[in-house]
């Protein structure tokens, strides 16, 4: 089938999420066609080093037969099994526990879902239910952190705080409500790190009392913004939010759907704070993106509050079809087992540090005002400006122009509408596809500053 027809066919047919309709129409789609480790290659045989894990999700890298054997003996032995009418199969099962064993505290109760918007989706039903059945029925606000993101359903997109997922969406809802970030390379408070930390519990604090306390369901967040521009709190920020939300009796949310297994290092980035929250989100990295799955894990005060005060013998009415598939169970095993077993999680580790210092030298390139992250997951933000953190006009369209520069150097990475360049490499990446991905992004930045609008708003601010 020749690739002419596939672009006929992919604009007639297929609708892309997070797109301009129009644009594509006009532009068509690059398709993929294969891939091993880090690397990608598309129908007209360019390869690509792909980083940004496909939209930050394949942790392990491309091409792990393993994982495609383990789906394929699923498959073949048991392609479907409801978790309705209390069946079960052994790979939803296993993969629960695997998860609980896992994740700290007694967040011991996994639901499975298909991915990371249906999870925080299936997240809020849960804190709903549970504040009804425990006497707080009053309990429906939520906040969340403007520049967070959880997601782009019904629900999820109004905790969601990116105006790209509200407009024209009726978005978000009168119980939805948002803080401003922490942002340390844009907080009004300063750099300190401890402002920082006091401007956000404040924040939160004054947020909380406008509402209520007692009207106050729970707060989400991310341990570090994604796709807000991959924003990295002080140390203790999370820390801090947890004990506000203690002090008033609401429910916290970890949303590890991004941050998880092994991207900023550890398993989950939370553990770099030691907070246990009352509900954990997490998808992506869960099965590397080989399969669709999510997950919401409760704690045992969150499950056993409606396990305890549901009407006795009446169902909790949340399911989806596909919750706990034995496909996509058994691929999130063999991947959990190459993360440790198969040393990609220690792997991440050690190249993520090699990242972050090759992240950081790019701070003395013309267009970068900072370089930020932490293990596997980088930004660099780009300014006209260093001291004044200026940003371009938006007429310039800096990001799609990125986007095709990279794309000709055979990079692939996020370029955010805000003039931020988000980066998520795959944990099997060793050094040296690092030291190429710098090498080829620094030419993207070359290639850009030698554009004469771009240079001449450069200029304009020196």
């Known amino acids: 089938m020749g690739n002419n027809y596939l672009h006929g066919l992919d604009r007639a047919h297929l609708v892309h999420p997070v797109v301009s309709w129009s644009s594509h129409e006009q532009r ?19 390869q690509y080093l792909d980083g940004f894990s496909g939209l930050w999700c394949v942790n392990i890298g491309y091409g792990h037969d393993s994982v495609a054997e383990a789906a394929t003996r699923q498959m073949r032995q048991l392609p479907y099994a409801t978790g309705y009418f209390h069946y079960a199969s052994e790979p939803s099962i296993r993969f629960a526990e695997a998860i609980a064993q896992r994740t700290p505290g007694d967040l ?24 009804n059945v425990t006497g707080a029925p009053q309990r429906k606000h939520f906040i969340a952190l403007e520049r967070g993101y959880h997601g782009s359903s019904s629900t999820g997109s109004g ?11 009726d978005g978000p809802s009168a119980f939805q409500h948002h803080i401003p970030s922490y942002y340390p390379y844009r907080n009004p408070v300063g750099p300190s790190e401890e402002a920082i930390i006091a401007e956000s519990v404040r924040a939160l604090r004054a947020t909380v009392e406008r509402l ?7 707060f989400f967040c991310e341990p570090i913004q994604g796709s807000g521009g991959i924003i990295v709190p002080p140390r203790g920020w999370l820390k801090a939010m947890h004990q506000v939300c203690r002090e008033y009796g609401i429910l916290l949310v970890v949303d590890e759907v991004i941050t998880g297994f092994g991207r900023t290092g550890p398993l989950f980035a939370l553990e770099d704070e030691g907070v246990v929250p009352d509900l954990m989100t997490m998808a992506k990295g869960l099965t590397s993106g080989y399969a669709p799955l999510g997950a919401v894990v409760l704690s045992e005060r969150i499950y056993r509050g409606i396990a305890d005060n549901a009407p006795a013998g009446k169902p909790v009415g949340h399911g989806f079809t596909y919750s706990g598939h034995p496909v996509s169970c058994a691929v999130g095993l063999e991947v959990l087992r190459l993360y440790e077993e198969g040393g990609l999680l220690a792997n991440g580790q050690r190249v993520g540090a090699y990242f972050q210092q090759r992240l950081g030298e790019l701070e003395e390139h013309p267009l970068v005002g900072e370089s930020r992250g932490r293990g596997l997951l980088g930004a660099v933000e780009l300014v006209t400006d260093k001291a004044r953190k200026t940003k371009f006009d938006s007429s310039l369209r800096l990001p ?37 991905l710098i090498e080829r992004l620094s030419s993207t930045l070359d290639a850009a500053l030698d554009e004469p609008d771009i240079h001449a708003a450069l200029r304009h601010r020196l």
Do not use: Q
């Open 212 to 218: 209520g306390a007692e009207n106050v369901a729970a």
């Open 28 to 46: 068509g789609a690059t398709i993929l066609e294969s891939g091993s480790g880090a690397y990608l290659r598309d129908s007209e045989g360019r």
């Open 108 to 131: 011991d109760h996994v639901y499975f879902t298909l991915g990371g918007s249906d999870a925080v989706d299936s997240a809020v039903r849960f804190i709903r239910y549970y504040h």
């Open 400 to 436: 799609d122009r990125l986007l095709t520069l990279g794309r000709e150097r055979g990079l692939i990475f996020r370029a955010f509408a805000d003039d931020i360049l988000g980066f998520a490499p795959p944990l099997c990446c060793s050094c040296e596809d690092i030291d190429l």
């Open 159 to 169: 905790l969601t705080a990116l105006p790209l997922f509200h407009d024209h969406f």
